[in-house]
């Protein structure tokens, strides 16, 4: 007799479907054991995925950090859990839960998360980063490479003579540089990202790595860190990324190489402190020298991968509205004062203490494009903020979700408002005392009134607060006022300029890039036209 079949499968037999569906139903369990999250009710809510297992996952590739202020915005949670596979995040959307959990804490910790992507993106080796987590969180005391580099960099680039040798320095170079730029009424016209780009990269290189860094003896190196940038995130997924991301392998290797011939011919001695002590350190450590010159690629990628995007942004948000570039203009002249030789200075410290328009723009433009997110790891299961958090999970203080919050920022905290931070918009009912940060900053730069400190999230937080936030925004506010004093900025055909929307749907590594290039022309303003301008720290 023929096996009877079914009827909308007539060529499949009833035995066949059986054992098919017996195969799915051990499949799902077995896919639910092991990938299905041990949701406890204490937890912060959870999302569940539309797809499950994978779907929010993939909404994330799809999508980038974007994704997290679209579930943000159908939930309106100021915590919720988000199961990945077998793991589960919480993503933080409340400024003032990460207030409290970016305080250092005995059951959270930064390094845990991050130095597995630091080791897969720089190919280190099982000894280097043994050294690295050694005592990384400090459990028995402040010994160990970690404690004593972060200790390091915070006093280095503190507010302090340190700091203030290394501005001066960045200052001359960039004068050195822009005053060789459309001289004697010539004008020129660029690819605004790029030139940006190819100016840090000289500039922050030798004024930080010294006069015979890497850039300046190959200067063909610098379009390979771009590469390597260009492609750190296929390094980071690490399936054999000779193959699958050669162009950012290669680059890497290439610039590794370079790095440890710099260390092995003592180069550095001629650096700036911060780099003489961070090799010094890796050095006594235990790193030998391959790897020590291999560790400093992610420094390059520290001082420009942020940097040189922030500064396109507030370039382009300021000369794409012609009344606002007047305006700052007119304000930044204020740090102008004139020298015997005929020559004018532009001083930086009264650029971010007396120059509220432009510290404003400055500031809000990397809220605008602050989409990337502080990281902590739970060590045990705890309750911080009320909120109980499971072991081994992932917290995300969600950036994109709190700069674009409408009750932190208020109704306009989706477009760019250059006078935000002048006088604030948002909620009075958002009540918290300036942080010890905040008031150590310069009055100019200080947070509007009723927004929490940790809403402003472009420097992370807490004992991990970038060491280099100081040096950036004087680099980047001295440049732009450069531009701004002595340039005519226009599109090629003399227009205002017209900027190009961010790129918002890749993972992050950086801040929102411009979804390509806007081509400007920079012409020498009437009257300066010979003038030579001199940026002071």
């Known amino acids: 007799m023929e096996p009877t079949t079914v009827a909308t499968s007539p060529a499949l037999p009833v035995s066949v479907l059986s054992l098919l569906v017996a195969v799915a139903t051990v499949v799902a369990v077995i896919l639910h054991r092991f990938l299905a999250i041990d949701y406890d009710p204490r937890e912060p809510p959870i999302i569940k995925p539309g797809i499950p297992y994978i779907g929010h996952i993939l909404g994330i590739i799809r999508h980038g950090t974007k994704y997290f202020d679209t579930v943000n915005r159908q939930t309106q949670y100021p915590i919720y859990t988000l199961p990945t596979l077998s793991s589960r995040q919480y993503i933080v959307t409340s400024p003032l839960i990460a207030a409290q959990l970016q305080r250092q804490h005995k059951d959270l910790a930064f390094y845990n998360v991050i130095l597995e992507v630091t080791r897969r993106l720089l190919n280190l080796n099982s000894d280097t980063m043994r050294i690295i987590l050694t005592n990384v969180n400090r459990e028995e005391g402040d010994w160990g490479l970690m404690p004593k580099m972060h200790d390091m960099f915070s006093v280095v680039l503190g507010r302090g003579e340190s700091l203030k040798e290394l501005t001066r320095l960045q200052m001359s170079l960039f004068s050195e540089m822009?005053?060789?730029?459309?001289?004697?009424?010539?004008?020129?016209?660029?690819?605004?990202?790029?030139?940006?780009?190819?100016?840090?990269?000289?500039?922050?290189?030798?004024?930080?790595?010294?006069?015979?860094?890497?850039?300046?003896?190959?200067?063909s190196l610098?379009?390979?860190?771009?590469?390597?940038?260009?492609?750190?995130?296929?390094?980071?997924?690490?399936?054999?990324?000779?193959?699958?991301?050669?162009?950012?392998?290669?680059?890497?290797?290439?610039?590794?190489?370079?790095?440890?011939?710099?260390?092995?011919?003592?180069?550095?001695?001629?650096?700036?402190?911060?780099?003489?002590?961070?090799?010094?350190?890796?050095?006594?450590?235990?790193?030998?020298?391959?790897?020590?010159?291999?560790?400093?690629?992610?420094?390059?990628?520290?001082?420009?991968?942020?940097?040189?995007?922030?500064?396109?942004?507030?370039?382009?948000?300021?000369?794409?509205?012609?009344?606002?570039?007047?305006?700052?203009?007119?304000?930044?002249?204020?740090?102008?004062?004139?020298?015997?030789?005929?020559?004018?200075?532009?001083?930086v410290s009264t650029l971010e203490t007396s120059c509220p328009l432009f510290v404003s723009s400055y500031r809000e433009s990397l809220r605008t494009i602050g989409n990337l997110a502080s990281l902590r790891y739970v060590l045990r299961d705890t309750v911080i903020a009320g909120q109980y958090l499971k072991k081994d999970s992932v917290i995300q203080m969600a950036g994109i979700v709190i700069h674009n919050d409408k009750r932190t920022w208020g109704e306009d905290s989706d477009q760019f408002n250059p006078r935000r931070f002048i006088k604030t918009r948002a909620s009075a009912a958002v009540k918290e005392e300036p942080s010890e940060m905040d008031l150590k900053e310069p009055a100019a730069t200080q947070l509007p009134a009723g927004v929490p400190s940790a809403a402003f999230r472009l420097f992370g937080g807490g004992s991990v607060v970038c060491p280099g936030r100081h040096f950036a925004q004087s680099e980047i506010l001295a440049f732009v006022a450069y531009l701004l004093l002595a340039f005519d900025i226009s599109a090629p055909d003399g227009s205002p300029v017209k900027v190009p929307p961010p790129d918002e749907e890749k993972i992050p590594l950086s801040v929102l890039k411009p979804n390509g290039d806007v081509k400007i022309k920079l012409r020498r303003r009437e009257g300066f036209e010979s003038t030579k301008w001199v940026l002071k720290a």
């Open 178 to 219: 822009l005053n060789e730029i459309a001289i004697q009424g010539d004008s020129m016209e660029i690819g605004l990202f790029e030139w940006i780009k190819s100016i840090f990269a000289f500039a922050n290189a030798k004024a930080l790595y010294g006069p015979e860094n890497p850039f300046a003896v190959d200067p």
């Open 222 to 347: 610098v379009e390979s860190f771009w590469e390597f940038e260009a492609g750190m995130l296929a390094l980071i997924i690490d399936i054999v990324p000779s193959i699958t991301a050669r162009k950012a392998h290669n680059a890497r290797e290439r610039i590794a190489k370079s790095l440890t011939e710099y260390i092995r011919q003592n180069r550095y001695h001629k650096a700036s402190q911060v780099i003489q002590n961070r090799v010094g350190l890796n050095l006594s450590h235990g790193f030998t020298e391959a790897e020590a010159g291999r560790s400093e690629i992610i420094l390059l990628f520290a001082i420009l991968g942020n940097a040189v995007p922030s500064t396109f942004w507030v370039v382009a948000n300021i000369i794409s509205r012609p009344s606002l570039m007047d305006e700052i203009r007119k304000e930044v002249e204020l740090a102008v004062s004139d020298n015997d030789d005929g020559s004018k200075s532009i001083d």
